[in-house]
């Protein structure tokens, strides 16, 4: 039996440091919310040949449009606007060539309204208050204490704020967007995080029922050594997919594939780092 919780001050430290940074980073960098969100309109163009943003800055300044963010790469545009209109587009792609010299073709044109935007910011926060309230209230029942239950959404909890907060480092430096893909993910991490502390959860309440209420934390350390090595397997298959998606697929789903693996870490890791021994000090202090 390997004796895990030995080294819980440790676990602790290293998830205060890490969640520590993202919250810094959330506070001073904040998120690129992209326009689910906010509001507004995506253009994406191809162009016969490059131009400074400088210049593309000055010309969409002069034609009245509002602009959010400004990218140009490898033959391509890349706009984020106040909301436009089919005619809008239509007008400032023929300006771009007649103005610019610009040949250009549409690759990408959305447009989201600042209400639907609203709208999907609320239905993401009641969806993720739903999800904890219907963990607590399975695990209260199913383990028959809420000692379980409150050890898994603080895990949970705390596998929300390092995706999260890591992602807002992700956003500053590599510019990924909060949008709909990303809510995916992390509502993905929770369930994945939650069904990891599950199986060494029954593992401890196997124990229990079987000898008795003996000593927790020797009921932990075991459930641990058990479990582990399948926990690292299963883990380990999602992660080396997630890789193969990140060096492999498209652009566009890249930060969305960056974010389930991060969630894929942190929640392999905090079932047996954080869960088992709040739930350990739990259980002691319960007696």
């Known amino acids: 039996m390997i004796n895990f919780l030995k080294y819980r001050w440790l676990y602790f430290a290293i998830s205060a440091i890490v969640i520590g940074a993202g919250i810094l980073s959330m506070a001073r960098f904040g998120f690129r919310y992209s326009i689910d969100f906010v509001g507004g309109t995506t253009l994406e163009y191809r162009v016969n040949k490059s131009v400074s943003e400088n210049t593309l800055g000055s010309f969409l300044q002069k034609e009245g449009v509002e602009i959010v963010d400004l990218e140009t790469i490898e033959g391509k545009i890349g706009l984020r606007t106040k909301a436009l209109d089919e005619k809008q587009e239509s007008a400032l792609r023929k300006n771009l060539q007649k103005d610019l010299g610009l040949k250009t073709e549409l690759l990408r044109f959305e447009t989201v309204g600042p209400v639907l935007g609203r709208e999907t910011m609320y239905k993401t926060i009641t969806a993720a208050i739903v999800a904890v309230i219907a963990i607590l209230l399975y695990m209260s029942f199913s383990f028959k204490g809420v000692n379980f239950a409150l050890s898994a959404i603080l895990a949970l909890l705390h596998d929300f704020l390092v995706v999260v907060g890591t992602y807002s480092l992700l956003s500053y430096f590599f510019k990924a967007e909060v949008d709909t893909l990303f809510v995916t993910a992390l509502l993905t991490t929770m369930s994945f995080s939650v069904h990891?502390?599950?199986?060494?959860?029954?593992?401890?309440?196997?124990?229990?029922?079987?000898?008795?209420?003996?000593?927790?934390?020797?009921?932990?350390?075991?459930?641990?050594?058990?479990t582990f090595v399948r926990s690292?397997?299963?883990?380990?298959?999602?992660?080396?997919?997630?890789?193969?998606?990140?060096?492999?697929?498209?652009?566009?789903?890249?930060?969305?594939?960056?974010?389930?693996l991060i969630g894929t870490i942190t929640g392999t890791y905090s079932s047996p780092f954080i869960a088992t021994p709040i739930l350990v000090w739990l259980e002691k202090r319960k007696r």
Do not use: P
């Open 196 to 226: 990891d502390t599950i199986v060494v959860f029954d593992k401890i309440r196997e124990y229990k029922k079987t000898e008795g209420r003996g000593n927790v934390e020797e009921y932990a350390n075991r459930a641990l050594t058990e």
């Open 232 to 260: 690292i397997n299963n883990s380990m298959t999602i992660v080396f997919m997630l890789l193969a998606l990140i060096l492999l697929g498209g652009s566009t789903i890249r930060f969305f594939i960056v974010a389930l």
